[in-house]
């Protein structure tokens, strides 16, 4: 499915998120705080726009990204080259829930949009845990579908209706349009910010921050790789922001 609509993804991305998707990245990133020589890993990494934004943010740290689409993957190839960041960003062909990487490889780890397609979430999140060093940070970004707030229905139609349609016409082919029907569908189904958060904690994360964006289409999650029990208060803090 991602390999039918690759060609485009980056421009659907840009309309469907009326522009804003490249400012939500750079929250992820910030939220990572990348250093001189960090190495951090990037999951489901698409056409590179999160491994781009990382090197944007700190040229002197390096990237790994990862992705099971040859044709995301082959974008985001030719993306790094022409912005000469080759040297900087390591794109591999690869699944979430098995990575080839010995345990404390990465001071940092990030996915943005992708954990929803990942079909065991917390296998994934138990692998970024164990990849990512004690002290490093895990960031995950993802699409919600708001249950409250003025312009939560707003929003909601926006998703429902107008990202597939949009999807569909931009795609220039009939299952491009079934691609965003599923992202609509992936959005709906995907658990409550304070469900994800316990989803996290009980796969080896501890979570310590969640943000919620554009009245909470959108929240980012925070967390470092437990070392011990994971704190109590903390988790319910995520109950209550995303109640």
């Known amino acids: 499915m991602f390999d039918l609509i690759a060609a485009r993804y980056d421009l659907l991305n840009r ?26 890993l990037d999951l489901a990494t698409g056409t590179a726009d999160v491994a781009i934004a990382v090197l944007d943010r700190q040229p002197r740290a390096q990237v790994v990204g990862v992705d099971p689409s040859p044709c995301m993957l082959a974008r985001a190839g030719a993306k790094v080259r022409a912005r000469g960041l080759g040297a900087g ?21 990030a996915i943005a949009f992708g954990i929803r397609n990942v079909p065991d979430r917390a296998r994934a999140l138990a692998e ?61 189904a995907f658990p409550a910010p304070a469900a994800f958060a316990r989803l996290m904690a009980a796969s080896g994360l501890e979570p310590e921050r969640l943000e919620r964006l554009c009245f909470g289409a959108v929240h980012l999650f925070v967390a470092r790789p437990r070392v011990a029990r994971p704190r109590v208060a903390q988790v319910a803090a995520f109950d209550e922001a995303g109640r």
Do not use: N
Not at 20 to 35: F, I, Y
Not at 101 to 108: E, I, K
């Open 89 to 109: 960003i390591r794109l591999l062909e690869g699944d979430a829930c098995d990575l080839p990487f010995r345990g404390d490889s990465f001071d940092a780890a």
């Open 128 to 188: 970024m845990a164990r990849v990512v060093r004690p002290a490093g940070r895990v960031a995950v970004l993802e699409l919600t579908e708001p249950q409250r707030g003025v312009l939560a229905h707003l929003v909601r139609w926006h998703i429902h209706r107008v990202v597939p349609a949009l999807g569909g016409w931009l795609s220039r082919a009939g299952r491009g349009k079934d691609a965003y029907r599923y992202l609509e569908r992936s959005i709906a």
């Open 15 to 40: 309309m469907t998120s009326l522009g804003l998707d490249g400012r939500w990245r750079r929250r992820l990133v910030a939220a990572l705080a990348p250093a001189p020589g960090m190495r951090v």
